[in-house]
T-cell receptor, first 114, second 113 residues
Framework: EPEVTQTPSHQVTQMGQEVILRCVPI?????FYWYRQILGQKVEFLVS????????KSEIFDDQFSVERPDGSNFTLKIRSTKLEDSAMYFC????????????FGPGTRLTVT | AQSVTQPDIHITVSEGASLELRCNYS??????LFWYVQSPGQGLQLLLK??????LVQGIKGFEAEFKRSQSSFNLRKPSVHWSDAAEYFC???????????FGTGTRLQVFP
């Protein structure tokens, strides 16, 4: 069964450093998402991406964040200058055709900022 | 604004017992509703979804959920719980004019043998 994959599974970085989290969505899916879950808190929406542009973003997704689909398979989340409060589990998700279809989640990348 | 409430933070049941996890949503129109499960160290797996039609929906792993518009609820049920069902369960909602899933805070299920 096709699945969403994410790399790395765990990333440790120092405050102020740039990180790139990578995702490979399901191949025929057209909508892509990033969510995050701070330890002990609920899963929060960050951004949705369709047709090579951001379709929606939350207030969390400020100028420090960016997303890109550099080729036909990868979908990346970049944090330009990490802060301690960026420490969280980041989930990538994809959907075949938008909000009326279910979103399939990857296993997550645990980001630890020290 | 849309919101999802899961009133039970932690539930403990014995293996073989029945289970009901509560979910209430706040949304003006009929939302699209989902239940996801997260096992330790794993991602979120979709258990079931409701978009329209029959208000009782069947999902994977023997789970079902019932949409009740009058109570703004979408409770998850299972008649007989297995030890492997121990996990965190999230209810989520998405509106028709948005992409984003809004999650509840989750209910952690513990199963005793």
């Amino acid at each position: 069964e096709p699945e969403v994959t994410q790399t790395p599974s765990h990333q440790v970085t120092q405050m102020g450093q740039e990180v790139i989290l990578r995702c490979v969505p399901i191949s025929n899916h057209l909508y892509f998402y990033w969510y995050r879950q701070i330890l002990g808190q609920k899963v929060e929406f960050l951004v949705s991406f369709y047709n090579n542009e951001i379709s929606e973003k939350s207030e969390i997704f400020d100028d420090q964040f960016s997303v890109e689909r550099p080729d036909g398979s990868n979908f990346t989340l970049k944090i330009r200058s990490t802060k301690l409060e960026d420490s969280a589990m980041y989930f990538c998700a994809s959907s075949f055709n938008g909000p009326t279809y279910e979103q399939y989640f990857g296993p997550g990348t645990r980001l630890t900022v020290t | 604004a849309q919101s999802v409430t899961q009133p039970d933070i932690h539930i403990t049941v014995s293996e073989g017992a029945s289970l009901e996890l509560r979910c209430n949503y706040s949304y003006g129109a009929t939302p699209y509703l989902f239940w996801y499960v997260q096992s330790p160290g794993q991602g979120l797996q979709l258990l079931l979804k409701y978009f329209s039609g029959d208000t009782l929906v069947q999902g994977i792993k023997g789970f079902e959920a019932e949409f009740k518009r009058s109570q703004s609820s979408f409770n998850l049920r299972k008649p007989s719980v297995h030890w492997s069902d121990a996990a965190e369960y999230f209810c989520a909602v998405v509106g028709p004019n948005t992409d984003k899933l809004i999650f509840g805070t989750g209910t952690r299920l513990q199963v005793f043998p």
